[in-house]
């Protein structure tokens, strides 16, 4: 009989539990959460923005849908980890012994050390009460100042303005979208939020929130910006406190082999607090999205249970929309190529949504990035109106599979004037790099 423990309810530990009974249906497994609920906080900007009605139809009671599949569920937080005696001990003194364990600790918002970050009306975002209170208060509220312009604060900023309040982004690099997106790219979603009446500050830090016992005000670069309300989209720190005092390896993040295995035989980690390793470089990282979190889980929770299960690497693939502007990105960027000294050649198209006669057709703009040496594709960026979502999918599948340039030039596509248009961007966009592939060869040639 195998006796699995689980640390954490979010994405990637209720989907362990529910993989590890699916693969053992003799396993007893418990989960342990300081949650009650099950919901996607990728949900979350929608519900604030009011374009999902409310927080019930995202969420989702923990210990139902436990119950549903034979799984224990305690309500509780986990202290501490016993590697010896192979026990677990909760906050409310409860003792959990077991065979194997995961842990899905999940990660906590970093929160800039600001002064004034304490006052009522400043709030990260990234579990649903955090929501419910950032939606209380821009009810109440005329403007909002997020702070920091990844993935998150995108998002937020938008939702906020949907709620035509007045709001300001403000993030410390030149651009928003630094990590995931080249700046040609960025450059496209800061015009959308600029579009939609977001004012950005680029290239300048928040340096105190300004009011008494409420934010009235955020001081950025010297100006103080009104702002009712504040929020946080800074990014995510690995919750690896419980594995440290465990004596488990972390390093910005609990360290995983390919079966998200710890350097502790039986014990695993999944999710937000896990590290994994890139696809393209096979160096460690970071991968706290959705989809990593359900794979991981899957891997871990099979595993556990004494199945077999590898996570063959990450691409951090992503799918954003901001206003109606589409985005997404798989992959490396060409600046993380630059940095590992890649030599890239990039391919660039610009074609339609569909027809370009048929009504409603729009632009899509794609990316794809090379590697110079051996022709194959390692990432992918994508900006448009419809489609990105699949599209970016069919990059990273054709980053699995080593497609080269010719491979994507070549692509079998369909063709439907309401659906699309008569030329594929993909395709375009990699005989776009095929052409500057062959122009470099010949400046080669010349040389020698």
């Known amino acids: 009989m195998s006796d699995l423990v689980i640390i954490g309810g979010g994405g990637a530990g209720l989907t362990a539990a529910l993989k590890a009974k699916a693969y053992n249906g003799d396993a007893n497994i418990t989960i342990i959460s300081d949650d009650t609920l099950s919901y996607s906080p990728c949900s979350l900007p929608f519900v604030i923005s009011g374009e999902i009605e409310s927080f019930d139809k995202i969420s989702h009671g923990i210990e139902e849908i436990c119950k549903q599949s034979d799984i224990s569920c305690v309500i509780d937080e986990a202290v501490s980890i016993d590697t010896k005696k192979k026990l677990v001990k909760t906050k409310n003194g409860k003792e959990f012994s077991y065979t194997s364990l995961v842990l899905a600790t999940g990660a906590s918002p970093i929160i800039p050390p600001i ?37 998150i604060g995108a998002e937020a900023a938008a939702s906020l303005r949907n709620r ?25 979603v800061e015009d959308k939020l600029r579009e939609n009446g977001i004012t950005l ?38 919750n ?15 360290k995983t082999d390919e079966w ?40 871990a929770g099979t595993n556990a249970v004494g ?10 693939s992503m799918s954003l ?20 000294d890649i030599e ?73 004037p309401p659906l699309t248009p008569e030329h594929n961007v993909i395709a375009l966009a990699a005989e776009n790099a095929s052409r500057k592939l062959d122009r470099i060869k010949k400046v080669r040639k010349k040389k020698f």
């Open 115 to 151: 002064p004034g970050a304490d006052l009522d009306g400043v709030y990260p975002l990234q579990k649903i009460g955090d929501a419910k209170r950032i939606l209380e208060k821009a009810k109440k509220s005329k403007s909002a100042v997020v702070i920091g312009g990844g993935a």
């Open 164 to 188: 035509r309040l007045e709001v300001t982004l403000v993030e410390l690099l030149p651009n928003i979208l630094a990590t995931p997106f080249d700046p040609d790219f960025s450059a496209m």
């Open 201 to 238: 500050v680029l290239g300048k830090k928040a340096e105190k929130i300004l009011g008494g016992n409420s934010v009235e005000a955020v001081l950025v670069g010297g100006k103080k910006i009104p702002a009712d309300l504040v929020v946080f989209g800074v990014g995510m720190k690995p």
């Open 240 to 254: 690896t406190e419980l594995a440290q005092k465990a004596g488990i390896e972390t390093c910005n993040g609990i």
């Open 260 to 299: 998200m295995q710890t350097n502790i035989e039986g014990i695993y980690a999944a999710g937000d607090c896990a590290f994994t390793h890139c696809l393209v470089t096979g160096e460690p990282t970071l991968s706290q999205l959705g989809t990593s979190a359900i794979r991981q889980g899957t891997a």
């Open 307 to 316: 199945g077999y299960a590898t996570i063959e690497g990450v691409l951090n």
């Open 321 to 340: 929309r901001i206003f109606d502007l589409e985005i997404g990105r798989t992959g490396l960027t060409e600046g993380h190529a630059r940095e590992r």
């Open 344 to 416: 890239t050649v990039t391919g660039h198209a610009t074609a339609k949504t569909k027809a370009d006669y048929f009504p409603g057709a729009k632009d899509i703009h794609v990316k794809l990035i090379f590697d110079a040496s051996n022709h194959k594709i390692i990432g992918g960026q994508i900006v448009g109106y419809a489609g990105v979502a699949e599209k970016i999918d069919l990059l990273a599948f054709a980053i699995c599979m080593h497609a080269e340039i010719n491979d994507l030039a070549k692509l079998k596509y369909g063709y439907t």
